[in-house]
């Protein structure tokens, strides 16, 4: 058992480092920031931490400490002034660069004594992935905020053709749901859209295509004219993110209560607040350094068709309140 009892030590060790990663708080300025120096200090302590982790199990713990350890000391440079986008996706990765270290632990603590097991190889290999990934991670708060952006992008444009797929004319929404002759699904009004339903059904579809036309238009702007060059700039940029990031839920609550039976109260608040943070991101776009003058035509043109959506919807839903 002695044996096992510095793979113990080591795991309540990397608990604790993941705890302050999860939590803790950069440090600020000891010394002038550089953005590349932290890239290879950061590069070169996942690497070593991958070595780490194909060492035999004797060998494992106090290394692999110390190399997760420098991790995290690395990640805690990366000041708050570089953006909050980027350092939530450092902090991800170096996160689960530990949580692999902490599963590898495990699964040597839970096999047989000097037995290399698969769950070891495939552990050790989840280690691995996670070290890669930090070769992928955005470089600066720019690329950060346009890889969110994407990835909102990517969510808004699954769920809007979800919907254009049942909305398809005649088709009932539920009809992957296998026919049950005692709930009696088919025959059941509840399962279906209503001429009714559908007019206001097409004022939401509508929402839902401004919001992609919104995330389009602002991730190409961001990829053209971002900078994260200055403070001013790197804030406006995490604001972009942070108002955007409320797209694609707001998208899916709405979604969520288009299907039958339609609560056109609940489709109304749902539109509502979808409306309310696209005005908030094109107002933020607007203000913002990403926005030249020439750009400023289609944040008007898309603030008109949210508005004129929502009107839609408002007089659909008018005996509704």
């Not at 004319?169 to 009714?196: C, H, K, V």
């Not at 839902?208 to 389009?216: F, P, V, Y």
Request: with cysteine; hydrophobic share 40%.
């Amino acid at each position: 058992m002695e044996a096992r009892e510095p793979l113990r030590d080591l795991r309540g060790a990397l608990r604790a480092v993941l705890a302050r990663v999860r939590e803790g708080e950069p440090g600020e300025g000891r010394e002038p920031f550089e953005l590349p120096r932290f890239w290879d200090a950061l590069g070169q302590a996942f690497k070593v931490t991958s070595q780490e982790a194909t060492k035999d199990c004797q060998k494992l713990s106090e290394d692999v400490q110390n190399a997760i350890l420098a991790v995290a000391a690395v990640y805690y440079w990366l000041p708050k002034g570089q953006g909050t986008t980027l350092r939530k996706m450092v902090r991800d990765a170096t996160a689960e660069v530990v949580e692999g270290m902490i599963q590898l632990t495990e699964t040597i603590l839970s096999a047989p004594l000097e037995s290399l097991s698969q769950e070891q190889l495939i552990s050790t290999g989840g280690v691995w992935e996670a070290c890669e990934r930090v070769s992928n991670l955005p470089r600066d708060n720019q690329a950060a905020v346009v890889s969110a952006l994407a990835a909102c992008l990517g969510v808004v444009k699954d769920a809007l053709e979800e919907m254009e797929h049942a909305l398809v004319e005649g088709q009932d929404p539920y009809s992957d749901i296998m026919e049950d002759e005692e709930l009696g699904f088919r025959g059941n009004r509840d399962t279906y859209w209503s001429e009714a339903d559908r007019k206001l059904l097409s004022s939401c579809m509508g929402l839902m295509k401004a919001s992609k036309s919104c995330l389009k238009k602002v991730l190409g702007v961001v990829k053209a004219y971002g900078k994260a060059d200055c403070p001013e700039r790197i804030a406006q940029l995490d604001d972009l993110a942070d108002i955007a990031s409320e797209i694609s839920p707001s998208v899916d609550e709405l979604a969520l209560s288009m299907y039958p039976p339609v609560n056109q109260l609940a489709v109304r608040l749902n539109a509502a607040k979808l409306a309310s943070v696209l005005k908030k991101v094109l107002e933020i776009t607007k203000t913002s350094h990403v926005c030249p003058p020439s750009e400023e035509g289609w944040v008007q043109f898309l603030t008109g068709a949210v508005d004129h959506n929502m009107n839609k919807i408002k007089n659909f839903t008018q005996g509704q309140l």
